[in-house]
């Protein structure tokens, strides 16, 4: 599946002009609000009509305006998630998922209940379900409309720290086991950190960036679009869980110690490192507390308000992080490309909320 997009839309002063593609996965545009994000999922599912524009899904035309082509939202064949449940509270969970469905087939509704978690729900009335509840409930209805395509406009915007936490899981199981693809709106780096595949950077109406989420969260040209949350993803597979409290991971750069987390040996996981939590060292450090400490050369260089972004080549360069130190200590360790140093991670920086579970890569 590939959605295209390419739009141009004027309104109140602003000016949108987006052009983009989505692939298989969650593809997340991100930005800060009033960046044009919502437009252009309004567009997408028909609920806006660009001034100039074209979008196809599966190669299906559902925008032209060259050749006035125009498919209504109910004929596009895709689900919409806002940042409010919007259910119907007259109806059942049960009655609440099935209202989109569209005829035989498509999902089963026992099958979206398990996976969503919602299965002892689905006789209460929505006032009776927590904030994460009606949201799973609503991601549920939209599924079982049986989409090409998914919408979720800022799903967990409304919820508190402790719901985000309870949904984030849920969403992960969504993008590894139903391949449904999504395109997920979001202000939230550990959010787009721990779900995106791929990334789209939304500023001022503009997409300034565009890749793979690993790619594009490890490149210190873009890191002023993180702000405080600069950072680079790691991915491992967990081997043990150690007595001692701790969850051990094996990743192309060497093995790493966690907080215990709750996944079985041989899970995959997405590690969000933050660039603030990582030191760096010309020679290995012998006798002190953190337990991770990875061979790496440095990529990249880039000045930034705080001081100076670092890229950091882990192992066979396969993989990248970034460590942000001030402008002294670059100078101090005559910090240059290609420069072989070491990377210094403690494992209590490598907290829960930045972990991530996602299907393992099917070996060749």
Same mark, same amino acid.
């Given at each position: 599946?590939?959605?295209?997009?390419?739009?141009?839309?004027?309104?109140?002063?602003?000016?949108?002009?987006?052009?983009?593609?989505? %692939?298989?996965?969650?593809?997340?545009?991100?930005?800060?609000?009033?960046?044009? /994000?919502?437009?252009?999922?309004?567009?997408?599912?028909?609920?806006?009509?660009?001034?100039?524009?074209?979008?196809?899904?599966?190669?299906?035309?559902?925008?032209?305006?060259?050749?006035?082509?125009?498919? #209504?939202?109910?004929?596009?064949?895709?689900?919409?998630?806002?940042?409010?449940?919007?259910?119907?509270?007259?109806?059942?969970?049960?009655?609440?998922? +099935?209202?989109?469905? %569209?005829?035989?087939?498509?999902?089963?509704?026992?099958?979206?209940?398990?996976?969503?978690?919602?299965?002892?729900?689905?006789?209460?009335? &929505?006032?009776?379900?927590?904030?994460?509840?009606?949201?799973?409930?609503?991601?549920?209805?939209?599924?079982? *409309?049986? #989409?090409?395509?998914?919408?979720?406009?800022?799903?967990?915007?409304?919820?508190?720290?402790?719901? /985000? *936490?309870?949904?984030?899981?849920?969403? $992960?199981?969504?993008?590894? $086991?139903?391949?449904?693809?999504?395109?997920?709106?979001?202000?939230?780096?550990?959010?787009?950190?721990? +779900?995106?595949?791929?990334?789209?950077?939304?500023?001022?109406?503009?997409?300034?960036?565009?890749?793979?989420? !690993?790619?594009?969260?490890?490149? &210190?040209?873009?890191?002023?679009?993180?702000?405080?949350?600069?950072?680079?993803?790691?991915?491992?597979?967990?081997?043990?869980?150690? !007595?001692?409290?701790?969850?051990?991971?094996?990743?192309?750069?060497?093995?790493?110690?966690?907080?215990?987390?709750?996944?079985?040996?041989? =899970?995959?996981?997405? +590690?969000?490192?933050?660039?603030?939590?990582?030191?760096?060292?010309?020679?290995?450090?012998?006798?002190?507390?953190?337990?991770?400490?990875?061979?790496?050369?440095?990529?990249?260089?880039?000045?930034? %308000?705080?001081?100076?972004?670092?890229?950091? !080549?882990?192992?066979?360069?396969?993989?990248?992080?970034?460590? %942000?130190?001030?402008?002294?200590?670059?100078?101090?360790? =005559?910090?240059? &490309?290609?420069? =072989?140093?070491?990377?210094?991670? /403690?494992?209590?920086?490598?907290?829960?909320?930045?972990?991530?579970?996602?299907? #393992?890569?099917?070996? #060749?």
């Amino acid at each position: 599946m590939t959605l295209s997009v390419c739009l141009r839309h004027s309104f109140g002063g602003f000016a949108l002009d987006a052009t983009f593609e989505a %692939r298989p996965g969650i593809t997340a545009l991100f930005g800060r609000s009033g960046s044009g /994000k919502t437009t252009i999922v309004n567009a997408v599912a028909g609920l806006l009509r660009p001034q100039t524009g074209r979008i196809t899904l599966e190669g299906r035309t559902l925008l032209d305006t060259g050749a006035r082509v125009f498919v #209504p939202p109910h004929r596009r064949r895709i689900g919409y998630v806002f940042q409010d449940a919007r259910l119907f509270p007259h109806l059942s969970v049960r009655g609440n998922l +099935l209202y989109g469905r %569209r005829g035989e087939g498509g999902p089963d509704l026992q099958h979206i209940a398990a996976l969503l978690g919602i299965e002892a729900l689905l006789d209460r009335r &929505p006032g009776a379900l927590s904030g994460g509840e009606r949201q799973r409930v609503a991601i549920g209805r939209a599924i079982l *409309s049986n #989409p090409a395509l998914l919408l979720l406009d800022e799903p967990l915007a409304a919820l508190d720290e402790a719901r /985000k *936490s309870e949904i984030l899981p849920y969403l $992960e199981r969504l993008r590894d $086991e139903t391949g449904l693809p999504m395109l997920y709106v979001s202000h939230s780096v550990p959010e787009v950190a721990r +779900l995106a595949t791929t990334l789209v950077l939304i500023e001022a109406g503009r997409i300034t960036a565009s890749g793979a989420t !690993a790619a594009l969260l490890a490149d &210190p040209g873009v890191a002023a679009a993180w702000g405080q949350d600069t950072g680079a993803l790691i991915t491992g597979r967990v081997t043990e869980q150690a !007595a001692d409290g701790l969850t051990g991971v094996a990743t192309a750069a060497g093995p790493l110690w966690l907080p215990q987390i709750d996944a079985a040996p041989g =899970a995959m996981l997405r +590690l969000h490192v933050h660039a603030q939590d990582v030191m760096i060292a010309l020679q290995r450090p012998e006798a002190i507390s953190a337990l991770n400490i990875l061979p790496a050369r440095v990529a990249a260089l880039r000045p930034d %308000r705080d001081g100076v972004l670092v890229g950091l !080549a882990l192992g066979t360069g396969s993989e990248q992080i970034i460590a %942000r130190i001030t402008r002294r200590s670059a100078d101090r360790l =005559a910090l240059a &490309p290609g420069v =072989a140093v070491h990377a210094v991670l /403690k494992a209590v920086t490598l907290a829960r909320e930045g972990v991530g579970v996602q299907a #393992p890569v099917p070996r #060749p």
